[in-house]
């Protein structure tokens, strides 16, 4: 059976879940977490995560950066001067093009700043970057990131951290159907069930963090959102039946005695 890779910016990925590496109790823990979730691509804090200074535990001594794809991001960056800045250290450090914007608007909600968005992912597409964009569930505002050159678009299921799943699946729908980009729910997903319907609704991908990393049970939560992408995923290409108001049933009523 051919496998169904995500592809971002013409790089391949076997698994279509992504997993953060923040709030864990320690770098062993989100390594383990990491390795059971079978995700091909992690995302770094470039502000938060030690990724250069060599006297403190570093990351890639617990997750490989040669097995493991590194998409450094820009947590708590609140103007588009922060986000440029912080990604093109991250450029510096490790040579790494493939990134995720995330430009926030307020300390509260961290809802996207999408005036400040739009100004980055053009810049940055500019400079060669392959940007994967975090956005709010706008569909227009999902198209013009589109149009200014962004590598996948990363609509929020409900606020970062929150837990409450996908709350506007009508918009989500119209964004996966208005374009060709990888569309990867991003915030806010709370069981595993959650990625399920993300990816029924025809997304591409979702990114898992704090539903994963302040689970009870971490390690048990990252199978079970493995297992739940590829579930939402075959649903998803299998093709659903036509919903009806009316019963039909499952055995044939011709020949009946």
Request: aromatic share 4%; proline share 4%.
């Amino acid at each position: 059976m051919k496998v169904d890779k995500l592809i971002v910016g013409k790089k391949k990925f076997n698994s279509r879940l992504i997993v953060g590496t923040g709030k864990y109790k320690n770098m062993s823990e989100c390594a383990k977490a990491i390795k059971l979730s079978g995700a091909n691509i992690v995302t770094v804090a470039v502000r938060r995560v030690n990724i250069s200074d060599k006297k403190k535990p570093l990351l890639m001594d617990y997750i490989d950066p040669k097995k493991i794809t590194y998409l450094p991001n820009t947590a708590g960056c609140f103007t588009s001067e922060e986000a440029l800045r912080t990604l093109r250290l991250a450029r510096e450090i490790g040579g790494w093009k493939l990134v995720k914007l995330e430009v926030l608007g307020d300390k509260k909600n961290l809802f996207p700043n999408m005036i400040e968005t739009l100004k980055s992912t053009e810049i940055l597409t500019k400079e060669g970057f392959k940007v994967m964009v975090y956005c709010n569930d706008d569909p227009l505002m999902a198209k013009k990131l589109e149009d200014l050159g962004a590598a996948a678009i990363m609509p929020l299921a409900a606020p970062i951290g929150s837990g409450l799943g996908i709350l506007n699946k009508t918009n989500i729908l119209i964004i996966r159907k208005q374009t060709k980009l990888p569309v990867i729910i991003d915030a806010g997903l709370g069981q595993a069930s959650d990625a399920a319907v993300a990816m029924e609704l025809g997304c591409d991908g979702v990114l898992v963090n704090t539903a994963i990393a302040k689970a009870k049970k971490p390690f048990v939560m990252a199978l079970a959102f493995k297992h739940a992408v590829i579930a939402g995923r075959q649903s998803y290409l299998s093709g659903r039946i036509v919903k009806s108001l009316a019963g039909n049933p499952s055995s044939p009523t011709e020949g009946i005695i």
